[in-house]
Nanobody, 123 residues
Framework: QVQLVESGGGLVQAGGSLRLSCVAS????????MGWFRRAPGKEREFVAA????????YYADSVKGRFTISRDNAKNTVYLQMNSLKPEDTAVYYC????????????????WGQGTQVTVSS
């Protein structure tokens, strides 16, 4: 069982930056592929970024490529999402997820989910 707790969300102006963190419980963090997803008001949950178990491979949605960076620190059981050049359309609840996969953009590939952290970008 893995518990995930996100933090770092908040209100930021367009063009600003935020860094989200997700801390995982347990001693097997390095065996999970990790992902970030988001759900905007009135929309379905969508993929944002994923990272492999070792951190050597990353994968991004086209909408955030070049602006967001996913990284992980296995010694701290933490995955990060650095978000730069934020846009109002990035406003959403952001969720981290853990799965017994290398890395995936598919929601169903993930076994564990956090409760989410709200990111609001004002224009």
């Amino acid at each position: 069982q893995v518990q995930l707790v996100e933090s770092g969300g908040g209100l930021v102006q367009a063009g600003g930056s935020l860094r989200l963190s997700c801390v995982a419980s347990g001693r097997t963090f390095s065996t999970y592929g990790m992902g970030w997803f988001r759900r905007a008001p009135g929309k379905e949950r969508e993929f944002v970024a994923a990272i492999s178990r070792s951190g050597s491979s990353t994968y991004y949605a086209d909408s955030v490529k070049g602006r967001f960076t996913i990284s992980r620190d296995n010694a701290k059981n933490t995955v990060y999402l650095q978000m730069n050049s934020l846009k109002p359309e990035d406003t959403a609840v952001y969720y981290c997820a853990a799965g017994v996969i290398a890395s995936s953009d598919i929601i169903g590939a993930y076994n564990y989910w956090g409760q989410g952290t709200q990111v609001t970008v004002s224009s």
